[in-house]
């Protein structure tokens, strides 16, 4: 979005200079094709901020997908970890009675 403000700006600087060039400012030059320009001007930003906003809104919502993943495979390591852990208890116990049976 940064790089996207900057062009706009040098954009408007560049158009700003075309202007003063063509009609030194002065009302009574202006032309319908400076008012052309000026509207497609507004419809080429239009359609550009469109396309970066759609741009930037998928690549949020697919970030947003990947943490919502992430977080449920360490939900899910957790309480793996956890069963191999009671697995682990139950053959260690498994083990010692196996050692040591009572009669």
Do not use: C, W
């Not at 949020?60 to 069963?83: H, N, R, S, T, V």
Request: proline share 1%; no cysteine.
């Amino acid at each position: 979005m940064k790089s996207l403000s900057i062009t706009g700006l040098i954009l408007l600087a560049v158009s700003a200079l075309l202007f003063y060039l063509t009609t030194d400012f002065a009302v009574e030059q202006i032309k319908i094709s400076h008012i052309m320009g000026i509207m497609a001007g507004v419809g080429i930003g239009l359609i550009i901020g469109g396309m970066v906003g759609y741009l930037s809104k998928g690549s949020a919502m697919k970030a947003e997908q990947k943490k919502k993943e992430f977080k449920q495979l360490q939900k899910d390591k957790e309480e793996l970890e956890k069963q191999a852990a009671e697995i682990a208890k139950r053959q260690a116990e498994l083990e010692e009675q196996n050692r040591n049976p009572q009669i």
